[in-house]
């Protein structure tokens, strides 16, 4: 009864290309979504985010697109740097039980090779 | 400028035994929230404390883990007979206000507990 899914454990991407990170939902009440990047050994550290009336969210080197009839959004990352090496975690409020609850996918790890 | 802090950032316990996992809020924020997270898992909610009170503990299981969040010091959440699936790390966030800004909790570097 996974929620919210990233289907892709794992993404490698070479220094200045494109990183394109998935994320699908089920849940037709979520009508907002946020991205957190992960370092090891650190807690999760928000990134951008993004309301469903909107369909495009830009911050610098980050945007995130959301398509609600496809259930689907996506974060660029452009150009990607090694710095960006990290887990990337797609989540949405549980808007039915209260906006404090964060439903999170599973993560997707970045690999950004110089 | 703290953030979230939790300690221990390790903790190995024996099957059976107690654990007790610390957050430190932001200061000045007064809403805790603890995550947990399994190996090859997201961040699973459990718990949202207020000073002084359980707002809400729907994603905590029902006997073992409990949670506290006194008026003077951090918020302590409580494992009791701790069992190899309690293994995890364990994240705690704060918020100045109840999270109505969604992106309004910081999180802790979490502890990762490992149970033998």
């Known amino acids: 009864d996974q929620q919210v899914k990233q289907n892709s454990p794992s993404l490698s991407v070479q220094e200045g290309r494109i990183s394109i990170l998935n994320c699908d939902y089920t849940n037709s009440m979520f009508d907002y979504f946020l991205w957190y990047k992960k370092y090891p050994a650190e807690g999760p550290t928000f990134l951008i985010s993004i309301s469903s009336i909107k369909d495009k969210n830009e911050d610098g080197r980050f945007t995130v697109f959301l398509n609600k009839s496809a259930k689907h959004l996506s974060l660029h990352i452009v150009p990607s740097q090694p710095g960006d090496s990290a887990v990337y975690f797609c989540?949405?409020?549980?808007?039915?039980?209260?906006?404090?609850?964060?439903?999170f996918g599973k993560g997707t790890k970045l690999s950004v090779i110089p | 400028n703290a953030g979230v802090m939790q300690n221990p950032r390790h903790l190995v316990r024996r099957r059976g035994q107690e654990a007790r996992l610390r957050c430190s809020p932001v200061k000045g924020h007064s809403h805790v929230y603890w995550y947990r997270q399994l190996p090859e898992e997201g961040l699973k909610f459990m718990v949202y404390l207020q000073k002084e009170n359980i707002i809400d503990e729907s994603g905590m299981p029902k006997e073992r883990f409990s949670a506290e969040f006194p008026k003077e010091g951090p918020s302590i959440l409580r494992i009791q007979q701790v069992v190899r699936g309690d293994s995890a790390a364990y994240f705690c966030a704060s918020s100045p206000s109840p999270s109505g800004t969604y992106n309004e909790q910081f999180f802790g570097p979490g502890t990762r507990l490992t149970v033998l």
């Open positions: 989540a949405s409020p549980d808007s039915g039980a209260g906006s404090y609850q964060l439903t």
